[in-house]
């Protein structure tokens, strides 16, 4: 199974992403998370990419593509993968063609509203990933993650000016996928506005996801 996440940054794709690779057991990949390990590295192309990430800006299409299908040829790969923030460009979307062929499109909606709300409050597990907000899905002891203890931090693309610049360069380049896939007739639609903090989140949009993904079983 080979899935696109699509939808705003901010709107949980990588919350909702946790859940699906728990229960289809496929590959999460996020090129925003290979950046970031890039740059810790300071591998060349990490280098190459902080200046536009820290900008807030898309990285070249070129570094992306290239990150991307180093790690799709990863034996984990094999059996399927789930896209997370790429393709974020029609040019990426026409090179991920090229390299994959994708069952299905999930694109993930919500107000603008949830979306800076969501944003502005993220904070994320150093240790693990695991993804917390200071305003709907608060850790149990501030600071630390519930999961597994580590410390939580804020990125630092999550100011609100670098926001506005990451959402306005959503509305203009990002959004137009949504009908590309709408054309190849692999657009699933999802609204993402469940509050976080419900105890029914989780297996909410995970029915909605089952849904989406259904037909592909
Ligand atoms: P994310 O973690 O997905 O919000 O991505 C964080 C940042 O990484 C973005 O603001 C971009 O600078 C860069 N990035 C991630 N994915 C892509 C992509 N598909 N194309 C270009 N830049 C990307």
Do not use: W
Request: aromatic letters at 8%; glycine letters at 8%; a positive charge.
């Amino acid at each position: 199974m080979k899935i696109v996440l699509l939808g705003s940054p901010g709107v949980g794709k990588g919350t909702y992403a946790s859940f699906i690779k728990e229960k289809y057991k496929i590959p999460h990949i996020s090129t925003g998370d290979l950046f970031r390990e890039a740059m810790k590295n300071e591998t060349p192309l990490g280098k190459k990419a902080k200046e536009y990430y820290d900008a807030g800006k898309l990285v070249p299409d070129e570094l992306t593509i290239q990150i991307l299908s180093e790690r799709i040829k990863r034996p984990d790969c094999k059996g399927g993968f789930m896209l997370d923030g790429f393709p974020r460009t029609l040019a990426q979307a026409d090179a991920l063609e090229k390299i994959a062929k994708i069952d299905v499109t999930i694109n993930f909606f919500a107000s603008d509203k949830v979306i800076m709300q969501r944003l502005g409050g993220r904070i994320i597990c150093k240790n693990c990933g695991e993804i917390f907000n200071t305003v709907n899905r608060k850790p149990k002891k501030s600071g630390i993650c519930d999961k597994c203890g580590g410390e939580l931090y804020r990125r630092a693309d999550e100011v609100p000016e670098i926001i506005k610049k990451r959402l306005d360069t959503y509305h203009q380049q990002t959004k137009p996928l949504e009908e590309y896939y709408k054309k190849k007739g692999i657009l699933k639609n999802i609204r993402a506005e469940t509050d976080m903090n419900a105890s029914t989140f989780k297996v909410d949009i995970l029915d909605r996801i089952d849904e989406a993904l259904s037909s592909l079983r």
